[in-house]
């Protein structure tokens, strides 16, 4: 799949500023299929000059006979997109759209290592962002639109190699219980919830969904505290809309447990296990989930919802504790 814009650039005819219109005419006329040509000057600096402007120009009624003699640069686009070969594809993309009405369907410049590189025309550019998002869609979540694990296990690897990074572990507690009770369509949305709580509050960073229940977000740096205390805190708001009175005033379900025995099972709750190399360096990705996997036994034997990290809580909300509707 390509991903940078060079990838798909093909190359294309270049002539100075000074070169007759007539030259830039027989260019066009030899090759029909030739969409644009690079007007390059003595500095190396590129412009476009597309087929459709060339002959709007000259195929006025005194257009003719005005331009051909004279030189190209009276008809370029001073003002191109000019983009570099390393440039993603979606990114061009949004520039292109960008533009005004008038130079929307011109090509784009591409330069690499400071000179003409190549074009791509609109229709190479759009075609190649429909086979991003495709073969992207392969490798996103369907219920939430995130990432997967493919692309989870690419930033692992990538995060142990930062300087800083903070790899947070965030799953429901009691979630099979609540699925089986209020069925799998509240399920959904209350997976669907908690992923639109996480965007909030995670929108930089890399935010994936393993699946299930289970989500991992990935920062470069370690100021993760005030953000699981926010994710806790609007999580245990928004939790009341998914249960009815009853279950809300006893804060249990009745439903398996663990162990297999039919008894009262705690409202679902959300943890947080955080990773960091601020005090303990980490050379594989394997090291940190087995890390995670440890932290996120200490969340589990917490009642609540709860963010744990280098062996202290960062936040907790135990939650209102009742019983049969007292307290």
């Known amino acids: 799949m390509f991903t940078k814009i060079g990838e798909i650039a093909e190359s294309i005819p270049s002539v ?83 533009r005004s009405e008038e130079e929307l369907y011109e090509g784009v410049i591409v330069t690499k290592d400071g000179g003409l590189y190549g074009a791509v025309s609109i ?42 990074f903070s790899v947070l572990y965030i799953d429901l507690d009691h979630f099979k219980t609540y699925n089986d009770s209020y069925g799998f369509k509240m399920g959904d949305e209350l997976i669907q919830t908690t992923a639109n709580l996480l965007r909030k509050y995670f929108a930089d960073d890399f935010l994936g969904h393993i699946g299930g229940d289970d989500f991992i977000a990935i920062l470069s740096h370690h100021d993760f505290e005030p953000m699981c205390r926010q994710v806790i805190k609007e999580f245990e708001k928004q939790k009341l809309e998914f249960y009815n009175e009853e279950d809300w005033l006893n804060q249990y379900v009745m439903g398996e447990s663990r162990d297999g025995l039919y008894t009262r099972v705690p409202l679902t709750s959300i943890s947080i296990a955080v990773v960091t190399n601020r005090s303990r360096s980490y050379r594989h990705m394997d090291e940190v989930v087995e890390e995670a996997t440890r932290i996120k036994k200490i969340c589990k034997s917490t009642p609540g919802s709860v963010s744990y990290a280098d062996d202290e809580v960062v936040a907790h909300s135990p939650g209102v504790q009742t019983l049969n509707g007292k307290k």
Not at 86 to 93: G, K, R, T, W, Y
Not at 132 to 152: C, D, S, V
């Open 16 to 98: 100075t500023p000074d070169t007759p219109c007539s030259f830039v005419n027989a260019l066009f006329k030899e090759n029909a299929k030739l969409e644009g040509i690079a007007v390059v000057d003595g500095n190396g600096h590129p412009q476009l000059l597309m087929r459709s402007r060339f002959y709007q120009k000259i195929g006025t009624q005194y257009g003719y006979n005005l331009y051909m003699g004279r030189p190209v640069r009276l008809l370029v686009n001073n003002q191109p997109l000019v983009v570099d070969y390393e440039e993603p594809i979606p990114e061009v993309s949004i520039r292109a759209m960008s």
């Open 123 to 164: 229709r190479s550019l759009l075609l190649a962002v429909a086979d991003i998002r495709a073969e992207m869609a392969i490798f996103m979540n369907p219920l939430t639109g995130l990432p997967g694990n493919r692309i989870i296990e690419d930033r692992l690897h990538q995060s142990v190699r930062q300087e800083f």
